[in-house]
């Protein structure tokens, strides 16, 4: 059986790259989870992904599956699947759309009594999910031991959890010597400067690390399904939120406006609509700033 199940996970890998010829997107993700929690996990991911489909307009129905892969006395680990049908989508917007699912099913496993992984890791997949499961401090101390463990920074180079957090000093072969140039660059952009051959950087301190602005994002995110206002929010300000949201997830809104007995889809079209030609940074910057000014009146 352990053969076959090595057999079968080798032929995965390849089943997701003939899926992708039919615009098939797909992942495999998992989870561990206590037994007093394991019961609502996969209904809790189905539920999430499905809602979020069919608020995206992605063609057909998503493709979940679930198995139980090993047990433990404190629970169980789900291994899960996932695949998407992106038929007639352009490539940014496929990515964005399964992205966006993929998150989706993460976070419906934490809400639900799952963790962040089994044995998988962290990396920069799961990264924004990271700061939700970890206490400030406890995050502080892992990056000191890394930071100490691995000065410069050669175990999982830049594929850790806090890839993007601080900037990596690179150095090319091609300028070794006194008059050696180096480029300091953010993590995202080291196409032009990074030479995977003999080449090395060295993190700078990151203990204390600005985080990104999509992490912030993420954040906020996380903040208004968490946050319970004291006062009654007008609809006007949660209108805001949606359009600049929906705009960040869906670009520009292609869709006719409802007519007018639906008084509801109509605001809604409209508050995404006042958004129209804003990119995703300029969304993400001004979801933050309006959802911090809503926490300061409405706590």
């Known amino acids: 059986s352990g053969e076959a199940g090595y057999a079968l996970t080798f032929a995965i890998a390849y089943l997701r790259d003939l899926a992708l010829d039919y615009r098939i997107l797909s992942e495999s993700m998992e989870t561990m989870v206590p037994w007093s929690a394991i019961s609502r996990v996969w209904p809790a991911v189905v539920s999430a992904v499905n809602h979020e489909h069919r608020k995206l307009n992605v063609p057909g129905k998503p493709f979940l599956s679930c198995r139980m892969t090993q047990l433990y006395d404190e629970g169980g680990v789900l291994y899960m699947y996932m695949a998407v049908c992106t038929g007639g989508l352009s490539p940014e917007r496929a990515l964005e759309a399964f992205e966006h699912l993929e998150h989706t099913a993460r976070q419906a496993v934490l809400e ?40 410069q920074n050669v175990l999982g180079a830049r594929n850790g959890p806090w890839t993007h957090a601080g900037k990596l000093r690179t150095q090319r072969p091609d300028q070794q010597g006194d008059k050696m140039a180096e480029a300091c660059v953010e993590p995202g952009a080291l196409a032009e400067t990074f030479v995977e051959k003999d080449s090395c950087f060295e993190p700078e301190s990151d203990a204390t690390a600005e985080p990104s602005l999509k992490e912030k994002y993420d954040e906020a995110l996380n ?51 006042e958004n129209k030609g804003k990119d995703k940074e300029t969304c993400q910057k001004e979801y933050i700033e309006e959802l911090g000014k809503q926490v300061k009146e409405f706590s």
């Not at 949660?238 to 520009?252: N, P, S, V």
């Open 223 to 273: 903040t208004v399904k968490t946050w319970e206002p004291s006062k009654t929010i007008p609809t006007d300000r949660r209108l805001i939120l949606y359009g600049l949201f929906t705009q960040e997830a869906k670009g520009d809104v292609q869709e006719s406006r409802p007519g007018m007995l639906n008084y509801e889809g109509r605001k809604k079209w409209d508050a995404w609509n």
């Open 112 to 151: 639900a009594g799952g963790c962040l992984s089994h044995h998988h890791g962290v990396g920069k997949l799961r990264a924004p999910l990271l700061a939700s499961t970890q206490a400030p401090e406890f995050t502080n101390v892992l990056r000191r031991l890394k930071s100490a463990v691995d000065p």
